[in-house]
């Protein structure tokens, strides 16, 4: 062998050792933000039965985990994985820790709540939703629409309540909406007391005579099965009053309002699960569909997804620049995908939605 194909040879042994090292200094950055979200301490793991499958939740603090992050973005090292391609762009462009986070976990849901990250693996025995993230895209006027085989699929709507003032239903009608969620009442989280909108007769008297497909919903504080019953009672007062076209829901949310003394604070997510399924088959005796509201926090912290399997869902996840998919595997009928919309006929802002079917 002459000393050209030495050195050649050579050469080659040497690149192949250096791409060796580049691609085992990133596996060691990616490992290092595990190593150090586990040996420092900063997480508390439980784990819980549902279905018969071990869900893990970690709970990472906020300010550790950005300090692992801002190491991975800075980091000198080339690589080809994409995943840490993208969440440099995204450090790039200023975007938030939750936004790289769910970038660099594919496998799980990651949720931000009250100073820390919370990671839920992702249980396989629960149905999946067969929603293609491709179809999705936003027009103009920042309205959500789902397009396969070159047909629009879905449903343009609203839900609102007091909170949005006056309505002109004629005018929102004309605007390309299909239907609409009233709020029908609610339950105070101090107080405990059940009250009707102050706006729901004349948004539903607005709405029918616009023409518009109807659903109401009541946002539950309730803290027993007897008064999940009451509540569904209260609003199914309504529904045989006025009618609606669409399922009566349930609005489950976590209030996260620390000088408040919240009433179903203490609640277990077997008595949060039960509470809504009171609801829900109380609501179902009577004829009407039920539908769950909630968002990642409720369906991931208040309650087991596992018992609510054969109820729907209306999920409520709200779009940024640089993602304009719904953040959630399971099966859900609704999407709520913003909450700054605009409509003709309402002034200010108001929640938008997208129904699949």
Not at 318 to 327: A, L
Request: net charge negative; glycine share 6%; with cysteine.
């Amino acid at each position: 062998m002459d000393n050209n194909v030495r050195k050649k040879s050579r050469l080659g042994r040497y690149l192949a050792l250096f791409i060796i090292i580049d691609l085992v200094l990133l596996t060691a950055c990616i490992f290092l933000l595990m190593k150090n979200i586990y040996d420092k301490k900063v997480y508390e793991m439980k784990l819980e039965e549902e279905a018969g499958t071990e869900i893990h939740e970690i709970t990472v603090d906020e300010e550790e985990i950005a300090d692992e992050l801002e190491k991975i973005t800075t980091s000198s090292v080339s690589s080809d994985d994409d995943r840490v391609k993208k969440v440099k762009s995204l450090a790039e462009r200023g975007s938030s820790a939750l936004e790289m986070l769910k970038v660099l976990f594919p496998q799980q849901l990651v949720i931000a709540d009250e100073g820390a990250f919370h990671f839920y693996d992702i249980n396989r025995n629960l149905k999946k939703n067969t929603y293609d993230n491709n179809c999705f895209s936003v027009t103009d006027e920042n309205r959500m629409i789902y397009t396969k085989d070159d047909e629009e699929i879905g449903y343009c709507g609203i839900d609102v309540s007091e909170h949005n003032g006056e309505i002109d239903w004629e005018e929102v009608a004309a605007d390309g909406i299909d239907f609409v969620y009233i709020r029908a009442g609610y339950r105070g989280y101090g107080s405990g007391k059940m009250v009707e909108d102050k706006c729901f007769v004349q948004n539903i008297e607005g709405a029918k005579t616009a023409g518009l497909s109807i659903g109401i919903y009541y946002f539950t504080q309730a803290v027993n099965e007897n008064e999940a019953v009451e509540e569904a009672d209260f609003i199914l007062e309504k529904a045989d009053e006025y009618g609606v076209d669409i399922p009566i829901a349930i609005d489950v949310e976590k209030i996260d309002d620390p000088e408040a003394e919240v009433r179903t604070a203490a609640l277990s997510k077997d008595e949060y699960t039960k509470n809504v399924r009171a609801f829900c088959k109380r609501v179902e005796s009577r004829g009407y569909g039920s539908i769950i509201y909630g968002n990642a926090k409720t369906f991931m912290m208040l309650v087991n997804m596992s018992e609510l399997e054969d109820k729907e869902k209306w999920f409520a996840d709200y779009i940024g620049p640089n993602d304009i998919v719904p953040y959630f595997p399971y099966e859900f009928r609704i999407w709520q995908y913003i909450s700054n919309g605009t409509c003709r006929g309402v002034e200010g802002n108001v929640d938008m939605n997208l129904a699949f079917y």
